[in-house]
């Protein structure tokens, strides 16, 4: 079982949909996600991070965590061609610690 | 606020070759992480650092890899005879005392 899994995709969405992605993490010792946004040939950007049970909203992007369920998940309002990118999961134990990234998600909005 | 700095950004080496790829933490930074991708693959930790003190190594393969962070001056990751499945982009990330990490623009190793 991986660590961290993401569907790979690609996901595709219309502009102006909600895009959903989705992300399951095995060690219940975890404390700290995040998503990161990666565009092809570039460097992970960091876009939410949470830490406690339930939503955290930021602009367009809605972050919701759920530790019982071991799943965290990223909603991306009105989503725009610009969203065209690979989504990374990741992880840590806490402060001061390594992340642990899934595989990514791809993400397509279409015009 | 400067951000993450890297170089070089693009680094070809013949087999065999050293490969030195260093990272400048963020101002007030002083937690360096060292990440690779592979191509189609995930990033995956490498070695944790801090001034002059490496934290957590434990996902630099055994041989060839090292790093340090020293007082002066920035991370380093030093490749020794490189290989061929050496190639990847390596991604330095720094962060203060909390978790978050962010990531320098990446050094692409191309070996020939």
């Known amino acids: 079982q991986k660590e961290v899994e993401q569907n790979s995709g690609p996901l595709s969405v219309p502009e102006g949909a909600i895009a959903s992605l989705n992300c399951t993490y095995s060690d219940r010792g975890s404390q700290s996600f995040f998503w990161y946004r990666q565009y092809s040939g570039k460097s992970p950007e960091l876009i939410m991070s949470?830490?406690?049970?339930g939503d955290k909203e930021d602009g367009r992007f809605t972050a919701q965590l759920n530790k019982a369920s071991q799943y965290v998940s990223l909603l991306i309002r009105d989503s725009q061609p610009s969203d065209s990118a690979t989504y990374l999961c990741?992880?840590?134990?806490?402060?001061?610690?390594?992340?642990?990234f899934g595989t990514g998600t791809r993400l397509q909005v279409t015009l | 606020n400067a951000g993450v700095m890297q170089n070089p950004r693009h680094l070809v080496r013949r087999r065999g070759q050293e490969a030195r790829l260093r990272c400048s933490p963020m101002?007030?930074?002083?937690?360096v992480y060292w990440y690779r991708q592979l191509p189609e693959e995930g990033l995956k930790f490498m070695v944790y650092l801090q001034k002059e003190n490496i934290i957590d190594e434990s996902g630099m393969p055994k041989e060839r890899f090292s790093a340090e962070f020293p007082k002066e001056g920035p991370s380093i990751l030093r490749i020794q005879q490189v290989v061929r499945g050496d190639s990847a982009a390596y991604f330095c990330?720094?962060?203060?005392?909390?978790?978050?990490?962010?990531f320098g623009p990446g050094t692409r190793l191309t070996v020939l």
């Open positions: 101002k007030g930074h002083s937690h």
């Open positions: 990330a720094s962060s203060e005392s909390t978790d978050t990490q962010y």
């Open positions: 949470i830490y406690s049970n």
């Open positions: 990741a992880v840590s134990t806490g402060t001061a610690s390594k992340l642990t």
